[in-house]
């Protein structure tokens, strides 16, 4: 079945500066990719998604990429702020799979003001 | 509009007993999948309901068992509970149609076995 491996694990940026999250996965017949943010002790909310017809998306500071031939996905972050502080995992499935996600380990990030 | 609710959403239960968790769906959705987040941990899939029929089911064993209700709601049963079944409990809820499901969370139950 599909394996999504998710790096880093804890990320510590300043405020201002970028952070970036990667995902591969193992199933190249995956063509959607989510990614959640969770905050503590809050569901974790839907904040971007791509599928594999399309190489980058972007909205406002986040952006996602993905790379179909090496089968790993991207999270940018820019101008990062403290209320970015959140653990962000992302997830891989696909079209036979009817909705089923696999997500990866999380990675939490620290925004220091 | 109303998300996706879940009741209840603190559980405390001892081994060997029986849970039942519910789930609303976001309106106008019609699948619920289940998932398990250990802590620590990201969700793992446990089953997803459609038109009141399991139709996808993830590596967990026959103890966990699900039902969906005409209205789209659903319950996720367990059984002979272990401290292992201890997390936090999450439904998502989505529409089937298009190329991909996109599936909204809900807050979750969290379950502690003693």
């Known amino acids: 079945g599909e394996n999504v491996e998710q790096h880093p694990s804890t990320l510590s940026v300043q405020e201002g500066d970028s952070a970036v999250i990667k995902c591969t996965y193992s199933?190249?017949?995956?063509?959607?990719f989510p990614w959640y943010k969770q905050e503590l002790g809050k569901r974790p909310q839907l904040i971007i998604d791509?599928?594999?017809?399309?190489g980058e998306k972007k909205d406002q500071r986040i952006a996602v990429t993905l790379n179909k031939t090496a089968k790993h996905f991207s999270l940018h972050i820019t101008e990062t702020q403290p209320e970015d502080s959140a653990v962000y995992f992302c997830?891989?499935?696909?079209?036979?799979?009817?909705?089923?996600?696999?997500f990866g380990a999380g990675t939490q990030v620290v925004v220091t003001p | 509009d109303a998300g996706v609710t879940q009741s209840p959403t603190h559980l405390i239960k001892t081994r060997g007993q029986q849970v039942t968790l519910r789930c609303s769906p976001k309106?106008?959705?019609?699948?619920v999948s289940w998932y398990q987040q250990a802590l620590g941990q990201g969700p793992q899939f446990i089953f997803q309901?459609?038109?009141?029929?399991?139709?996808q089911r993830g590596n967990f064993p026959d103890r966990f068992s699900g039902h969906q209700f005409p209205n789209y709601s659903s319950e996720l049963n367990v059984n002979a509970l272990l401290l292992g079944d201890s997390a936090l409990y999450l439904c998502?809820?989505?529409?089937?149609?298009?190329?991909?499901?996109?599936?909204?969370f809900g807050p979750g139950t969290r379950l502690l076995v003693l």
């Open positions: 791509i599928r594999s017809n399309v």
């Open positions: 199933d190249s017949a995956s063509n959607y």
């Open positions: 309106s106008g959705h019609d699948t």
């Open positions: 309901y459609y038109e009141e029929e399991e139709r």
């Open positions: 997830a891989a499935s696909k079209g036979d799979s009817w909705g089923k996600l696999q």
């Open positions: 998502a809820s989505s529409l089937v149609g298009g190329l991909q499901e996109t599936q909204y």
